[in-house]
């Protein structure tokens, strides 16, 4: 249709096409329903595979009633693709979640990451990119209620910031995190869309919607790259299971039900089980990249030089290799630095080699079935066994840190002799079943384990909250995209633990993308302009140097900072919560982690039920009870803050506790209530 075409009643001609554009869809998911695969599959696994895939495809085409189909509509002024002849007409698209086709296969709603729907969020006044008109749509429970119109390229129409945009912005929050498709803005939109074989690191202030552009950016990467990443695999690390429950709905509601959920604990958890907790100096020392080579050297050690020449009896001849020769062939593989079960692996094959070469010289011909043969023979595996033995990852960790002369030796030169105390067992361990383990020892035993054999490598991985990670977990989720790219999402003021980084360069170097691009977003989107610039007031002392937020939002009233007498701060916390459920959305109260029993108790008393983070919030449920050690990466529409000394104390030193509390304070969208009987920080003043 062309551009300049309209109804004399928009409203009604955009819900007509919403109503057919759904029919459509439901049709699309019938025909995938209605597939006959019986006469198409060569075999039960075929079968098999097959509708699974169906499946999935009937799940991605699922309609959901709650979720916009289509957000935005690009008048263009002409033809996509062609020549831009004068008097020529344009396209009309509507851009959307997903695609859809009526019966005849055109398009009735645009994919949101097809190239033609690129303007949507790029076009401007000064560069319109062929877009005439984009019209935003707003909606209400489902239902179509609203649009907004942009004439691009009318010199008279004056530039006006989109009421629909900043609703769907400041839209309450109940339930988990939303996609931001509607509202993704230029400089995101550029990071979402970058191509597949580079890295990209977001360093991000709160608000700045930098979770939301990375898993944005899986989606793009999946649509653009569909086949390449179905073969290779994709990977979301987040740093809690709350956190993950809080994003688990983006990606199925852009139809991408594939992309593996998980902590850096749970890609470290498979060999041993985690039970034991470190002290922050231990864990600081565990966490450093200098581990890795004492786990290499430890590994390496097992390589003893033969004493002894192998001896191979087939039939009535003996085949001599003498000791020098496998000596020689041992330094070669440790100089070619390969994984230790790899030249574990290849060994007995060189030895092998070495005896088919005298089998020749003597006049026989071998083939590679003798050669096989010769590498399985006793005295070639008994050789083997003595030169270069197998090594079990945590059997080897467990020795690192409950043999302290084994630890010496492989430390010399690294670890201080304090440092090597730090992370001896208290309680040495008998057996790796017996022992137990931390979160540290698991990725320790990660890295052993990638030293024995190589790790399996994603196509694209995406680290939220990376600022967090130590330089050996930064190495360990670095294995798993070693071919493969990432995007790194973090915020350097936000680092709450003993070991975060302090500089993408050096986490980027850790992980093994060492040639990332770095880009910075500043525009905050979500936190109001008040509570954004109170927080700010930590980051001289939290982040030197680090460019606050600068907030689009203004929200008058929305901060507001309380003293109350100690006793009756309890009592002035579940007021402040009640004034929050007044108003529509979610509401966290969140508080140093000791501070909970003592709330809880408070809000049980005044019979108020309050949920558990990661619990998912519903109209009739919408306080969450959250520690401070917690909040990181969620957002309620109203946060009630106990106590800031109190998150500030509860945590080893001043700067990781105000690096706390800047999190805490920058969990709102809508409204701050922080409410206090001890003196504020005073970086706060």
């Excluded at 439901?26 to 075999?43: C, F, P, S, Y």
């Excluded at 609203?146 to 900043?166: M, N, V």
């Excluded at 994603?458 to 680290?463: A, Y």
């Amino acid at each position: 249709m062309p551009a300049h075409e309209e109804s004399s009643n928009p409203l009604v001609r955009e819900r007509a096409h919403l109503a057919a554009s759904r029919a459509a869809l439901r049709a699309m998911r019938e025909d995938v329903q209605a597939l006959d695969i019986r006469d198409v599959t060569a075999n039960w696994v075929n079968a098999a595979v097959l509708q699974s895939q169906i499946d999935d495809r009937i799940k991605a085409l699922a309609d959901l009633s709650h979720t916009p189909l289509f957000f935005g509509r690009l008048d263009y002024l002409h033809v996509v693709g062609a020549e831009k002849a004068e008097g020529s007409e344009g396209e009309r698209f509507y851009i959307g979640r997903r695609h859809v086709h009526d019966a005849h296969g055109d398009p009735m709603v645009i994919d949101w990451r097809a190239p033609v729907s690129q303007p949507f969020y790029q076009a401007s006044r000064n560069n319109p990119l062929d877009v005439d008109h984009r019209r935003r749509f707003g909606y209400t429970g489902g239902e179509l209620t609203a649009y907004e119109d942009e004439y691009l390229t009318d010199p008279s129409e004056t530039e006006q910031t989109s009421k629909l945009l900043q609703a769907e912005i400041e839209r309450p929050r109940v339930g988990p995190m939303r996609d931001i498709v509607a509202t993704i803005q230029p400089e995101q939109d550029e990071i979402v869309r970058s191509d597949l074989g580079g890295t990209v690191c977001v360093q991000g202030g709160p608000g700045t919607g930098k979770t939301a552009v990375g898993l944005h950016r899986v989606a793009y990467l999946l649509y653009a790259h569909r086949e390449r990443l179905a073969r290779t695999g994709t990977l979301v690390v987040g740093p809690n299971r709350s956190f993950l429950h809080y994003i688990e709905q983006v990606l199925p509601a852009l139809g991408e039900l594939e992309v593996q959920q998980a902590t850096v604990e749970d890609l470290v958890a498979a060999r041993v089980e985690v039970r034991g907790t470190d002290d922050a100096a231990a864990a600081v020392v565990k966490g450093d990249a200098r581990m890795a080579e004492v786990l290499r050297r430890a590994i390496r050690s097992h390589v003893t030089p033969p004493v002894e020449p192998v001896v191979v009896v087939r039939g009535s001849r003996r085949w001599r290799v003498p000791a020098y020769e496998v000596e020689e062939m041992t330094a070669e593989l440790l100089a070619r630095d390969m994984r230790y079960g790899a030249a574990h692996e290849a060994l007995p094959q060189r030895i092998a080699h070495a005896v088919l070469v005298r089998m020749e010289e003597a006049g026989e011909a071998p083939d590679d079935r003798v050669q096989n043969a010769v590498a399985r023979n006793p005295a070639v595996k008994a050789a083997v066994k003595a030169v270069w033995p197998a090594v079990d990852p945590a059997k080897l960790v467990l020795r690192l840190l409950t043999d302290a002369e084994f630890l010496a030796a492989h430390a010399e030169g690294i670890l201080s002799d304090d440092e090597q105390k730090q992370i001896l067992m208290v309680k040495p361990a008998r057996s790796v079943k017996a022992a137990r383990w931390t979160a540290a020892d698991a990725v320790l035993i990660d890295e052993a384990a990638d030293l024995v054999a190589r790790t399996h490598s994603l196509g694209h991985v995406v680290i939220d909250e990376a600022q967090d990670l130590s330089p050996m977990q930064y190495r360990a989720v670095g294995r798993r995209c070693s071919t493969g790219s990432a995007t790194v999402l973090g915020d350097l003021a936000q680092g709450t633990t003993p070991w975060s980084t302090g500089s993408w360069e050096q986490a980027l170097f850790h992980l093994g993308k060492a040639d990332a691009v770095v880009e910075e977003l500043t525009a905050g989107f979500r936190v109001p302009r008040e509570v954004i610039a109170y927080a700010s007031r930590l980051l001289p002392a939290i982040s030197p140097g680090l460019t606050p937020v600068e907030s689009v939002r203004e929200a008058p009233g929305s901060l507001a900072v309380r003293e109350a007498a100690a006793e009756e701060l309890d009592a002035a916390v579940v007021a402040a919560c009640e004034e929050s459920l007044r108003h529509e959305g979610s509401i966290g109260l969140i508080a140093a982690d000791a501070r909970l029993p003592a709330l809880a108790a408070a809000l049980g008393a005044a019979g108020h039920a309050y949920l558990s983070p990661g619990e998912e919030t519903t109209a009739a449920s919408r306080l969450t009870l959250v520690p401070a050690s917690l909040a990181k990466g969620l957002e309620y529409d109203y946060v009630v803050l106990d106590e800031p000394a109190a998150v500030v104390d509860g945590e080893p030193d001043e700067r990781t506790g105000l690096r706390r509390l800047y999190v805490a304070l920058t969990r709102a969208v809508s409204g701050l209530t922080v409410l206090h009987a001890a003196d504020l920080p005073e970086q706060l003043a």
